[in-house]
Nanobody
Framework: QRQPVESGGGLVQAGGSLRLSCAASGRTFTNFAMGWFRQAPGKERELVVHIHWSSGTTFYADSVKGRFTISRDTAKNTLFLQMNSLKPEDTAVYYC???????????????WGQGTQVTVSS
């Protein structure tokens, strides 16, 4: 695996939607996992959601449950994040990450994407 590459992001009004994509490189392996983090100005980077690649098991932060959906295309090793009902507090740089999850709830990052800005206006 190498650095994943994100695409998507941008500016949207509150209540709107955005979709992020992330292409992973290399081969997947046992307990391979990917996820999305975000970092708002002046705040620490936080885990938004991650997915255990082979099982599809997902783990969401409470702040995005019911609004964000993570999915994957295993044939293309591509990760997606569908973000609906966006709020101004969702404004942040969103980072794709690749690593391992074992136990599946514990996500350890080995590679970070370059980040993509998501801005939600009120």
């Amino acid at each position: 695996q190498r650095q994943p590459v994100e695409s998507g992001g941008g500016l949207v009004q509150a209540g709107g939607s955005l979709r992020l994509s992330c292409a992973a490189s290399g081969r997947t392996f046992t307990n391979f996992a990917m996820g999305w983090f975000r970092q708002a100005p002046g705040k620490e980077r936080e885990l938004v959601v991650h997915i255990h690649w082979s099982s599809g098991t997902t783990f969401y932060a409470d702040s995005v449950k019911g609004r964000f959906t993570i999915s994957r295309d295993t044939a293309k090793n591509t990760l997606f994040l569908q973000m609906n009902s966006l709020k101004p507090e969702d404004t942040a740089v969103y980072y794709c990450a690749a690593g391992t999850a074992w136990p599946v709830a514990n996500f350890r990052v080995d590679y970070w994407g370059q980040g993509t800005q998501v801005t939600v206006s009120s």
